[in-house]
C-alpha cells in the first residue's frame, strides 16, 4: 500500500494537518501536501477511469505532466474540473470527486468497454457511427457525449477574479531550477531588468529530490543561497506559481500566475496573466521522465520512477511497500537507492539493458537489491492496482520467466527535454543519437523582431541531463545572453556541480522487444486518451504516416496533457511501424499553452459588462426610466419602443406610429454617424467617396448621398450637409460611424495622400433628436426660436440651418426618414437631456410621444426607404434598389463606379427592390423568407426567385407591408409569389411599388 | 504578438494595428482598364514570402497609415517608418 512514513518530507509542516473530502471520504494530509502526495498518503491510488475504456488509473507523475488525476474541485461558483492533483495545493476542507466514471470510481459500467476493447481500435469512432447519417446527430453523439467527457462545466458563475499584468524585461528565465538560477544571479550582476518563474511553489526544481553537490555543499543550500541572494537586488523580480504558457513573436510571452490555492470561500483574486515583452528569453524547463510501455503499465501503482522518488523526499509519501524498478537508465537507481534507505523494499532493479557499470551495481547490490539486466516486464498483474509483474528476457516475445510481488512499479524511460516553449515561434529541434531524445537545434533559435535569436535554452532543457553539465551551461547561456544586450562579456564566477558520469541509455520504446500482439494491445502509451502501441501501429498500417494524421486518428498526444508523456513513445512506435527513423517521423506541432489555463485568467476583467462596453447616448438614462425596451444597435443600445402601462410591444409600436403621423413623435437619433470633413479638397475627395456629386452641393443644403465599396456594393446612406465652402458633415448609419470614418482614413492616407483634407469623427460631440410629425414646426416654434426661420421658405425641405432653440445653440436639418414634416435638431452632447425634457414641455399641447426604433423602421418601410443591413448584404449595388437617380453619371471616377460597370452587374436578371402585399392582409411574412418559382435546379433544390428583406405590420395602411429583393422585379407589378413557410404552407403575396404611402410627399412638403 | 513601429507612438502591440496588405499597384485609371483587369486589381493580392513592404494602420492608437518591410517567413523588421511628431 502507500501510506506516509514517518519521517521525512521536505515540502511538507506536519504540525500543520489538513483535512479534505475525497469522493465523500474524509482524509487527511498536511500542509505543503499537493492533492496527489495526501491522496497517496491516504493509500488512493486509484484516482480516475479513463477516458475511453473507462480502465482504472493511478497517479502517474509528480508534476504538470500527470495524465491521470484530473479532479473536481470546489463546489458552486468555486467548482473546477479537470485540476491535475500533482499540481493542486492541498488546503483544509477541501473538496474533491474524481472524474469521468459512472456511477462510482470503484465500480463503473464504462469499464465493459476494456472487456470490448478489441472492438473499439483507433479510428473506431470514424468507422462506425458514419452511417446512416442522420444517426449520429440523434443517436449516437449525444450517448457518447453522455459516455465520455472530461468533468463537468460549472454550472455557477466564477465567483473569482483575474486579471492581467503587464511587464517588460531585459530578460525573462523560465524555470527556477538550477540552471535558471545560475542564470538569474549572473545576469542580475550585469545589471539587466529580470524576471524569474517558476511552475512550482519551491526553487531548486529536481535539484531538490536528486541530492547534488556544488561547491562542496549540498544543491538544497546552493538554491537557498541563490535565492536568498538574488531576493535583495532591485533588479530582479524572481515569482513562484508562475506556469510559462507560450512563446509568441517578437520575445512576447504569456505566463500564468496562480495567487490562491481556492481556499477561500469568498471572492477572491484567483490568478495573473502576464503579458510580458522580453527583449531576450532564456527556457530552463528540465525534462520529463519517460514512461515505459509494457503490458499493463497503466494499472494503478505504475509510476514514473522520479515520481516515486519525488513523494518519498518532498512529501514523505511511500508509493508502495514492495517497489519493483524498471529501467533502461542509471537515473532510476536513485529510486531503488532511496526507497531502500528509507526502510521500502526493492525486490528488484529490472534494467533492460545487457550491463550495468560496475560502480552502480555494487553500490545496489550493497543495498540488498537484486538487478536483472537484459531483462523486462512481460505483464503486470492486478486489477484495480498493481499485485505484481511477470519478468521477461527483453530479446524475447515476453514468455514469463519468473514473477515478483509487489504493489508498485517505478519505470523510467529516459527523459525527454521539455522543448514546448523553445518550439511554439519557430524553434527546431534535432535527435540526440546519445541520450535519444529531441533537443533543441541551438542553430535555429526563433527569432526577434531584429531578425536575431530571441530566445535560448539551458540545462536539462537544452538536453544535458547531468547536473554538473546543466549548471554549466546556465551560465554559459546567460554570459551570451549579457554579451548581445550589453555589448559587454560579464565576468561570471562559474561554480561548478560535481557529478559521476551515467552509462548509456538503451533505447526502448516498449518492451519485451517481440512482444505478441496480446501483450502490445495492452500496452498503453497515452495514459489519458487509451492509446495502445497496437493503436499506433493499426494507424500506420492503416496509411496515416504523418505523425500530425496519426496523432488525430488515434488521439495520441491529444487533451489536456498534449502528450507529455506519450508523445515520444507514440513517434518510436510510428516510426518502428513504418521502418523509418524517429527525426524522420519527426514531431507533432508543439502549440501554446503549455498547460491548460482557465477561461477566467483568459478573460482577466473582460467580463460581464467590461465584456463589450455599452455606447450610451446622452438620452440612455431618460429612456431607461421611461419604459424605453432596449435592442442592440452596433455597440448602441436604442430603444426598440416605450412601453406604457400593460401595452404589450406591438401596441406600443403602433401607438407610436399613429401618434407621429397625426400628431408628433421624438426620437433619439444620436447614434447616427456625424464625419466632418473640411479642406480645400473636401469636395473633390467626397466626389470620390459618395456615388453622388457632393461638389455641387449648396451651402446650406443637404443632399442624400450612397457609398459603395470598390467592388461596387452599397455600403453606407446618409445625408451629407454642407457647411461651408470646405467643409461638409457627412452622416452615416449608426453602425457605420467608426468603419466610415476609418474608410475615408484609409483612402486619404493610402491612395489620395497628397489631397488637402481632415476628418473628423464627431458622432459623440453631438446629440441629434428628430421631432417629428405634423405638429413637430410648431412643437419648435413653442420652444423658443432665435436666429432661425423654420417658415416653408425659411427652411425648406433639405435645408439646413443654425441658431438657438430654447437658448441651446443648435444646427437643425429639414430632413425626414418618416416621410412627415421632420426636423433633426443637433446640439452640443451635454446639452442633449436638457433639450429632450424642455421638447417634452412645450410638447405636451401637441400629444408629443417619444418613438422607437421598430416605429422608426415601419415608417420608413411604409415610405420604402431602405435600411443599410436589410435591404443591403454586401452583394447589393444601389442599382438593385432603384437609386439610380443618385448615381452619377457625369462623373469620371468614384469608389464603385469601375465595378458596377461589370457585365454581370448590368444584368437583366438581377434581384431588384419591390413592394410586397400579401394576399391576406393581416399576415406578415416572416423577414428573410424565399419565394420560390416552383421549378428545382439539377440539385433539386426549389428555385428561389426572391427575398424578403424587410416585413411589418403597418397600422398606417392597416395591413402587412413588406420589401423584398425579386429577380427583375420591377418588371412584375401585381405578380403572385409564393413563399413557403417552415410548416410548409405557404404565403402568396403581390409584388407592388415600394413605396406604400405618400408617394407625392404631401406630408413632408409642408 | 509583433511589436510594430508606429512612426507617432513608437513600439506598439499588433492588436493595435490592422494588416492592410502588401503596397500594391497604384489604383489603376479605372477607365482605362477591361473588367478582368479591375478583377484582377480587387481581388488578387500579391502574398510574397521574404521581405515585403506592407502597409499597417494604426487602429487602437493614432490612427495612422504607415509602411514597413517585414520578412514574411522570420516576422523580422527590417524597415519601419522614420518617427513623426
Redesign the interface.
Same mark, same amino acid.
Given at each position: 500500500m502507500s501510506s506516509r512514513l514517518s519521517t521525512g518530507g521536505k515540502l511538507i509542516d506536519r504540525s500543520l494537518s489538513k483535512e479534505f473530502m475525497f469522493n465523500g471520504r474524509r482524509l487527511k494530509g498536511f500542509e505543503g501536501d499537493t492533492l496527489a502526495s495526501a491522496l497517496l498518503a491516504n493509500d488512493q491510488v486509484m484516482v480516475g477511469r479513463s477516458f475511453k475504456y473507462h480502465r482504472p488509473r493511478g497517479i502517474v507523475a509528480s508534476g504538470s505532466e500527470e495524465p491521470n488525476a484530473l479532479m473536481e474541485t470546489g463546489s458552486g461558483s468555486k467548482l473546477e474540473p479537470n485540476q491535475r492533483a500533482t499540481t493542486t495545493k492541498l488546503f483544509d476542507g477541501m473538496r474533491v470527486k474524481s472524474q469521468n466514471h459512472w456511477p462510482t470510481l470503484e465500480f463503473d459500467l464504462g469499464a465493459i468497454n476494456s472487456t470490448f476493447s478489441k472492438f473499439f481500435p483507433a479510428g473506431f469512432y470514424y468507422k462506425t457511427f458514419i452511417h446512416p447519417r442522420f444517426a449520429w446527430k440523434y443517436l449516437f453523439e449525444p450517448i457518447i457525449r453522455k459516455a465520455a467527457g472530461l468533468g463537468n462545466a460549472p454550472k455557477e458563475k466564477d465567483c473569482d477574479t483575474y486579471e492581467y499584468f503587464y511587464a517588460h524585461v531585459d530578460l525573462l528565465i523560465i524555470g527556477g531550477g538550477i540552471a535558471g538560477l545560475a542564470a538569474a544571479s549572473s545576469a542580475v550582476k550585469s545589471g539587466l531588468k529580470v524576471l524569474i518563474v517558476e511552475q512550482n511553489d519551491y526553487w531548486g526544481g529536481r535539484a531538490i529530490v536528486d541530492e547534488i553537490n556544488i561547491e562542496n555543499g549540498s544543491g538544497s543550500d546552493w538554491i537557498y543561497q541563490q535565492v536568498k541572494s538574488l531576493s535583495n537586488e532591485k533588479n530582479v523580480n524572481l515569482r513562484l506559481n508562475m506556469m510559462a504558457a507560450g512563446v +509568441? *513573436?517578437?520575445? +512576447?510571452v504569456l505566463l500564468h500566475e496562480t495567487l490562491t490555492d481556492g481556499s477561500n470561500k469568498k471572492m477572491e483574486l484567483r490568478q495573473r496573466l502576464w503579458r510580458v $515583452?522580453a527583449k531576450q528569453t532564456i527556457v530552463a524547463t528540465g525534462a520529463i521522465e519517460r514512461p515505459l510501455a509494457f503490458a499493463g503499465n497503466d494499472l494503478p501503482g505504475v509510476m514514473l520512477a522520479s515520481a516515486v522518488r519525488d513523494y518519498l523526499v518532498n512529501f514523505g509519501v511511500s508509493c508502495g511497500d514492495r517497489t519493483v524498478i524498471v529501467t533502461n537508465n542509471d537515473d532510476a537507481y536513485r529510486t531503488a537507492i532511496l526507497m531502500k534507505n528509507a526502510g521500502l523494499e526493492v525486490p528488484c532493479i529490472i534494467d533492460a539493458r545487457p550491463s550495468v557499470s560496475e560502480s552502480l551495481s555494487k553500490q545496489v547490490q550493497s543495498l540488498g537489491i537484486k538487478i536483472l539486466t537484459g531483462k523486462a516486464v512481460s505483464t503486470v498483474t492486478g486489477s484495480k492496482r498493481v499485485e505484481g509483474v511477470a519478468i521477461c528476457s527483453h530479446a524475447g516475445s515476453g514468455e514469463v520467466l519468473e514473477t515478483v510481488a509487489c504493489d508498485c512499479v517505478a519505470m523510467s524511460g529516459g527523459w525527454s527535454p521539455v522543448v514546448h516553449l523553445w518550439s511554439h515561434c519557430g524553434g527546431k529541434l534535432e535527435w540526440d543519437k546519445k541520450n535519444y531524445m529531441f533537443k533543441p537545434d541551438l542553430t535555429s533559435a526563433p527569432?526577434? @523582431?531584429?531578425?536575431e535569436g530571441m530566445l535560448t535554452v539551458a540545462g536539462t532543457a537544452n538536453g544535458f541531463l547531468i547536473s554538473r553539465d546543466v549548471l554549466s551551461d546556465g551560465y554559459t547561456k546567460s554570459k551570451e545572453i549579457i554579451k548581445a544586450l550589453t555589448g559587454k562579456v560579464p565576468k561570471i564566477s562559474m561554480e561548478k556541480a560535481h557529478s559521476g558520469d551515467e552509462s548509456e541509455i538503451l533505447p526502448v520504446w516498449f518492451m519485451p522487444q517481440g512482444a505478441t500482439r496480446k501483450l502490445k494491445s495492452k500496452t498503453w502509451l497515452d495514459f489519458q486518451n487509451d492509446v495502445k502501441v497496437s493503436d499506433v501501429e493499426l494507424a500506420a498500417q492503416e496509411g496515416f504516416e504523418s505523425v500530425e494524421h496519426t496523432k488525430r486518428y488515434t488521439t495520441l498526444g491529444m487533451a489536456t496533457d498534449q502528450g507529455k508523456l506519450s508523445n515520444i513513445n507514440g513517434l518510436a512506435v510510428l516510426s518502428n511501424s513504418l521502418n523509418v527513423s524517429i527525426p524522420d517521423v519527426g514531431t507533432t506541432t508543439f502549440r501554446p499553452p503549455f498547460q491548460p489555463i482557465s477561461l477566467g485568467a483568459i478573460a482577466g476583467e473582460a467580463r460581464h459588462e467590461l465584456f463589450k462596453p455599452i455606447r450610451k447616448t446622452s438620452i440612455h438614462n431618460w429612456i431607461n426610466a421611461n419604459g424605453g425596451v432596449w435592442e442592440p444597435v452596433a455597440d448602441w443600445r436604442r430603444p426598440f419602443c416605450f412601453q406604457r402601462n400593460g401595452e404589450s410591444i406591438k401596441e406600443a409600436v403602433e401607438r407610436e406610429i399613429v401618434n407621429t403621423r397625426t400628431n408628433c413623435g421624438i426620437l433619439d437619433a444620436s447614434t447616427l454617424g456625424k464625419i466632418l470633413v473640411k479642406g480645400p479638397d473636401a469636395a473633390r475627395f467626397l466626389d470620390m467617396i459618395y456615388t453622388n456629386v457632393m461638389s455641387n452641393l449648396k451651402v446650406g443644403k443637404c443632399r442624400y448621398g450612397l457609398m459603395c465599396s =470598390?467592388?461596387g456594393f452599397l455600403s453606407d446612406d446618409g445625408v451629407v450637409a454642407r457647411l461651408s465652402d470646405d467643409s461638409y458633415l457627412c452622416h452615416t448609419t449608426s453602425g457605420g460611424s467608426d468603419r466610415i470614418h @476609418?474608410h475615408m =482614413? =484609409?483612402w486619404l492616407?493610402? =491612395?489620395w495622400w497628397d489631397w488637402k483634407v481632415y476628418t473628423l469623427n464627431l458622432t459623440e460631440q453631438f446629440s441629434q433628436i428628430a421631432i417629428v410629425g405634423p405638429k413637430a414646426r410648431q412643437l419648435i416654434e413653442k420652444m423658443g426660436v432665435d436666429g432661425l426661420d423654420l417658415s416653408p421658405e425659411g427652411l425648406p425641405f433639405m435645408g439646413f440651418s443654425e441658431g438657438f432653440i430654447a437658448g441651446i445653440s443648435v444646427r437643425i436639418f429639414r430632413i425626414s426618414f418618416s416621410g412627415e414634416l421632420s426636423y433633426e435638431i443637433a446640439v452640443p452632447a451635454l446639452k442633449a437631456q436638457e433639450f429632450w425634457d424642455l421638447a417634452l414641455i412645450s410638447g405636451e399641447e401637441f400629444e408629443v410621444m417619444p418613438y422607437g426604433t421598430e416605429a422608426l423602421h415601419v415608417m420608413r418601410a411604409e415610405k420604402g426607404f431602405i435600411m443599410i443591413g436589410d435591404e443591403t448584404d454586401g452583394t447589393v449595388i444601389p442599382q438593385d434598389l432603384g437609386l439610380d437617380w443618385a448615381i452619377s453619371k457625369k462623373k469620371? *471616377?468614384f469608389i464603385g463606379? $469601375? @465595378?458596377q460597370? $461589370?457585365?454581370f452587374m448590368k444584368s437583366e436578371n438581377r434581384w431588384k427592390l419591390v413592394g410586397l402585399k400579401t394576399i391576406d392582409p393581416s399576415v406578415v411574412l416572416p423577414d428573410g423568407c424565399y419565394a420560390v418559382d416552383g421549378e428545382s435546379n439539377s440539385y433539386g433544390h426549389k428555385n428561389m426567385i426572391g427575398r424578403v428583406t424587410s416585413s411589418y405590420f403597418s397600422p398606417t395602411l392597416e395591413r402587412s407591408i413588406a420589401l423584398a429583393l425579386v429577380e427583375n422585379g420591377p418588371d412584375r407589378m401585381n405578380e403572385i409569389l409564393n413563399f413557403p413557410n417552415l410548416d410548409g404552407s405557404v404565403t402568396k403575396a403581390a409584388i407592388c411599388d415600394p413605396v406604400f404611402f405618400d408617394k407625392e410627399g404631401k406630408n413632408q412638403n409642408v | 504578438m509583433l511589436l510594430i513601429n508606429c512612426p507617432f507612438c513608437k513600439e506598439r502591440n499588433e492588436t493595435e494595428f490592422v494588416y492592410g496588405g502588401p503596397v500594391g499597384v497604384d489604383r489603376p485609371d479605372p477607365n482605362a482598364v477591361a473588367d478582368q483587369e479591375w478583377v484582377d486589381f480587387l481581388t488578387l493580392v500579391p502574398n510574397p514570402t521574404g521581405p515585403v513592404f506592407e502597409k499597417w494602420w494604426h487602429a487602437r492608437g493614432c490612427g495612422e497609415w504607415f509602411v514597413i518591410c517585414r520578412d514574411t517567413v522570420t516576422h523580422e523588421i527590417l524597415e519601419s517608418p522614420d518617427e513623426k511628431s
Open positions: +509568441y *513573436d517578437h520575445g +512576447y $515583452r527569432l526577434g @523582431a531584429n531578425g =470598390e467592388n @476609418a =482614413e =484609409e492616407q493610402t =491612395e469620371e *471616377d463606379k $469601375r @465595378a460597370m $461589370r457585365s | -
